[in-house]
């Protein structure tokens, strides 16, 4: 797309934008992943950005030096989230909000999160460039936390905007002991000495993200465009079996309590029981015995299991099963992650599948077994979701990567939708 | 047993050993278990006393000392064992041996190897002391090793003594990367300044140990001695299941190569396989999965399988199927130990069921399912092991535990047998 600084200027004069500076500059998606990937790498060629670190603060930083290039009024409230706005004032009537979030998980990829948010602010700035101001606010958000990859919270930047923020939240420390709260209040200060604090919250009116898939699917089918269904609910457990540690010699099988034999057993089980539900992914990922040595039998066997489901009171009841199979094995369950399923809002749904046929582009509906700060936001404002494929699927990893015609080709849907709804 | 310094010097003159000197002191062994647990003791009131640490030095040095006041003959190896014998010529014709190890492993208790080791010298003490010098000479030994819990290696004392001892040893490194060679050297060094170095191997009529059974057996039951009828061969094997590392939520169950689930499988069908065999000892005390993240379908999980039984052609046996097991399941398996199984004397089991009886005290002949010195020794000389009670089985840990009276009465019966079997 060619810069068009003169039209850009008449069409400012013309629709008359608050506020909005009058030259605006445009830029190139790719070059950009590559600049902020910068912020972050790591020695494999990763990117660590965790909330409120060095990087975070210069990629929030970057972001809205970017912003405001572009002619955008640029905001940020108390999470540190990043706003890039056509319009200068907050409090102003329901907006549309496009976007993802800037942390990253460590070691993880140079697209997840960063992708959705750098595509959004370039897709605004050059439909800003293009046509002037919408009719319908359009903010481009950049998420400040969603992997909760310092803290052991997640999604604390889409759950403040949409009031579902939960105050204990603050007291969180991470490995090095420092709160939430002093990290958050160190980042601010940085952040609020360049860009303007808004003290009220967006009036949502429509959230769209785009993102990468992180699954298989659409490059295995060969597919440019996935327009989600909704998110998956996600129940994830740990299950305990107990025994007695004993010599793996000298104790005769008769006068055994061995835990693995019993955590044997109940995964079995578990998996024969799963097997049965269609549309369910399960995943034991995570196992350790203890003292978990060769010639000692186990006093104890630990391991994980996550369970998705579109459908919430499918995976409500699949959860019921498992906790009755747990017990009947004199097992011992803890519910640890409780993620509600969320579904995209229909008619955004029809509005992105519309804008793929507009560039031509193949689509497929397929749910995200993934969290993102769409489901957050979804559970209170209608919400739609974009997916580019994945190659080999593979995310939250120095080799996450995507095609860059599979790069542009979401920036063209999500572009095509953002005008459809607001000019 | 009262002391009987006139009579044992009398003993002396009239039997004529020698070079033995002509006063002797006697020890309780209660006492020496109490000063011996000291040189190495662990903050957890443990013992660690690897072979050719600071430690052992001290505690075989301290045996050699105990051995010269019982008025015997000390003299050292290339390894490092100790012996105390009636002869002073480890030239002459085959003697009675008897003995255990002087390492523990890490944070262990005070009583594996330890006590049969003292026991041993007490037991010959006492005997020369009370009858003065045998017709067949007796020589208690402590052997330098048998734990491996120092280098990636066992009964290199017991090994070196009958043979069995491979060079390759030398080479091998312990986590300070000091190889076993120069370790071997400085110790000796420290041993050689005091004690006497033969460059000979006794020749071994008949070899006894006294042990801690390790095991719950004799305590459940109540039954002071054990005599042992053959240490169980132990083939020890690390499983494999290969798959492809995937995002638990993103990646659909028809597109997973789980590797958790193969094993889960697998070792089901294991414990199925194995529980058939009477008479099969089968753990499976180790698991890790790679990444083992709760999110992540693993694509490697590596479990150890112990399995230990009296009789070598039906642990061959299982092995074989085992092996064609994990090949159908599409794992790999690699043989981690081959202990072959041993027979215990039938002569000396009876000479050691005599001594009991003899004693007044009940017994029950038992398999070992641990290995010892008494395995190794038994591949090339007849030998014969006693077991006393451990208190709820355990051992290799500071809880490890016997009863006084038990542990007496083990070294009653191995001094009865030993009178029998000399004098």
Same mark, same amino acid.
């Given at each position: 797309m060619k810069r068009a600084p003169f039209s850009v200027i008449i069409s400012f004069i013309k629709r008359g934008?608050?506020?909005? #500076?009058k030259t605006t500059k445009q830029f190139n998606l790719l070059d950009l992943l590559k600049k902020f990937s910068v912020l972050g790498r790591t020695s494999s060629e990763g990117v660590t950005r965790r909330v409120y670190d060095s990087n975070w603060v210069a990629a929030q930083l970057k972001y809205a030096d970017l912003a405001e290039k572009y002619g955008l009024n640029v905001f940020t409230d108390k999470m540190g989230n990043l706003y890039a706005s #056509? $319009?200068?004032? /907050?409090? %102003? @009537?329901p907006v549309i909000m496009t976007g993802s979030h800037m942390d990253t998980v460590v070691n993880g990829g140079k697209l997840d999160g960063t992708y959705g948010t750098l595509a959004s602010l370039v897709s605004l700035g050059e439909l800003v460039a293009e046509? @002037?101001? /919408?009719k319908v606010p359009i903010v481009a958000v950049s998420f400040s936390e969603e992997e909760g990859s310092r803290f052991e919270t997640t999604f604390t930047g889409s759950k403040f905007l949409t009031n579902q923020f939960d105050d204990t939240v603050y007291n969180i420390t991470d490995k090095e002991n420092i709160t939430f709260e002093d990290a958050r209040k160190k980042a601010l200060d940085e952040l609020k000495s360049k860009i303007k604090m808004m003290h009220s919250k967006w009036k949502i009116a429509k959230y769209i993200e785009l993102h990468i898939? %992180? @699954?298989p699917v659409l490059e295995k089918e060969r597919i440019p465009i996935g327009i989600v269904t909704g998110i998956t609910g996600q129940i994830r457990v740990l299950i305990q079996t107990h025994g007695i540690a004993n010599h793996a010699g000298t104790t005769p099988m008769n006068m055994r309590d061995d835990a693995m034999r019993k955590a044997v057993s109940l995964m079995n089980d578990i998996y024969q029981e799963l097997e049965q539900t269609s549309g369910l992914r399960y995943t034991i990922g995570k196992i350790t015995a203890t003292p978990n040595v060769a010639n000692v039998v186990p006093n104890n066997v630990t391991f994980s299991l996550d369970m998705r489901h579109l459908d919430q009171s499918i995976l409500n009841k699949v959860f019921d099963e498992i906790s009755k199979l747990v017990e009947r094995h004199d097992g011992k369950l803890t519910l640890t992650t409780n993620v509600k399923a969320s579904k995209m809002n229909p008619h955004l749904k029809s509005v992105l599948e519309a804008a793929a046929q507009n560039k031509n582009l193949d689509y497929k509906c397929l749910p995200s077994g993934a969290g993102h700060d769409a489901q957050v936001v979804s559970y209170k404002f209608p919400t739609g979701m974009i997916f580019v494929p994945s190659i080999n699927g593979? $995310?939250? $990893? /120095?080799l996450e990567k995507t095609e860059a015609k599979d790069l542009i080709n979401g920036r063209e849907t999500l572009k095509d939708a953002l005008y459809k709804l607001a000019y």
């Open positions: 934008l608050n506020n909005m #500076t #056509t $319009s200068n004032d /907050p409090e %102003q @009537g046509y @002037g101001a /919408p898939e %992180q @699954g593979i $995310s939250h $990893s /120095p």
